[in-house]
C-alpha cells in the first residue's frame, strides 16, 4: 500500500457520524506512507496530524497535534501536543519500536520507549476527570493553582528532575524522582525528594476533591527504597490535622 493524503480544516462531523464515533472538530493532515501487508513491520513515512476545537470520547480538545516519521522499524515522533481547557500536554523527541504498535505489546513498548514529556496544568479537578480518576462534577470553588511536571522516559526508565504544585502560599516539590515505567516489580528502586509546605491543607482538599482536610503540614524528605517498600528520611512538622472528621 502506498498513501498520500493532503487535507486541510475538515469537517470531523459527518465522518464520525458514518462510523458512529463521538468525534467532532476540524482536521488538518499530511500523509505519506508505504505499507508492504506481507511485512508491515518494514512500513515507512510521516505524518503531520492536527485537530482543532474537537471533542474526542466527550474530552474537549482545543487542539491536539503530532509530527512523527517511521522508518527502519522505528515510529519518530518530533513533537506531540494535547490542550484541553487549561492544561496541556507535550512529548518530544520520542521513540518507540513499531512491532509493539502493531502487537499491541504495551508493556515491551514500555521497556522500550523513549523520549521527553511536560504537563501543566492550571485545572486539576478538570484532569483528574479526563483522567479517569474522578467521575463527579468538579467542585464549585477552586483555587488557582498551577501544576508544571516534566521529565524523561528512557528504555523503562522514568526521570522527573522536577514536579511542582503551587496554589498562593501552599506548595508541593518533587524533585530528582528516578525509577522504572510499568511494568515494574516490587524490587524496583525508588528515589527522589520531596518537600511540603502546607499551611492550609483545605485548600489542598477544594483540587483534590477526593478527600475532605484541615490543618498545616510542613515536611523535607528524602524518597528511597522500592517501589514494594518505600522508604524516606523525613523532617515533618503538623498543626491541627484533621482528615474525614478523625483528628
Known amino acids: 500500500l502506498k498513501a498520500n493524503l493532503k487535507a486541510d480544516q475538515i ?3 459527518p465522518i464520525a457520524a458514518l462510523f458512529l464515533q463521538p468525534l467532532s472538530g476540524l482536521l488538518s493532515t499530511d500523509i505519506d506512507l508505504v505499507f508492504p501487508f506481507d511485512r508491515p513491520e518494514t512500513a515507512s513515512g510521516r505524518l503531520r496530524l492536527g485537530v482543532f476545537n474537537g471533542k474526542i470520547q466527550g474530552i474537549d480538545l482545543a487542539k491536539a497535534g ?11 515522533v518530533a513533537a506531540l501536543e494535547a490542550a484541553s481547557g487549561r492544561s496541556r500536554l507535550t512529548v518530544t523527541e520520542a521513540a518507540a519500536p513499531f512491532r509493539h504498535l502493531l502487537d499491541g505489546a504495551w508493556e515491551y513498548l514500555l521497556q522500550e520507549l523513549s523520549g521527553r514529556f511536560a504537563l501543566s496544568s492550571e485545572d486539576l479537578p478538570q484532569l483528574l476527570k479526563i483522567a479517569g480518576l474522578f467521575a463527579a462534577a468538579p467542585p464549585s470553588r477552586v483555587p488557582d493553582h498551577r501544576l508544571e511536571l516534566s521529565g524523561r522516559f528512557d528504555a523503562g526508565y522514568l526521570s522527573i528532575p522536577h514536579a511542582g504544585l503551587t496554589s498562593g502560599s501552599s506548595r508541593i516539590l518533587l524533585q530528582n524522582l528516578e525509577t522504572r515505567l510499568a511494568p515494574a516489580t516490587q524490587d524496583t528502586p525508588l528515589k527522589g525528594d520531596l518537600r511540603l509546605d502546607l499551611p492550609d491543607l483545605e485548600v489542598l482538599s477544594r483540587i483534590f476533591p477526593l478527600f475532605s482536610s484541615s490543618g498545616s503540614v510542613r515536611a523535607d524528605a528524602t524518597i528511597g527504597g522500592t517501589l514494594g517498600q518505600p ?17
Open 11 to 13: 469537517d470531523l462531523d
Open 231 to 247: 522508604e524516606a528520611d523525613a523532617t515533618l512538622g503538623a498543626e491541627n490535622l484533621k482528615f474525614e472528621g478523625l483528628h
Open 66 to 76: 503530532v509530527e512523527a516519521a517511521l522508518a527502519d522499524g522505528w515510529v519518530h
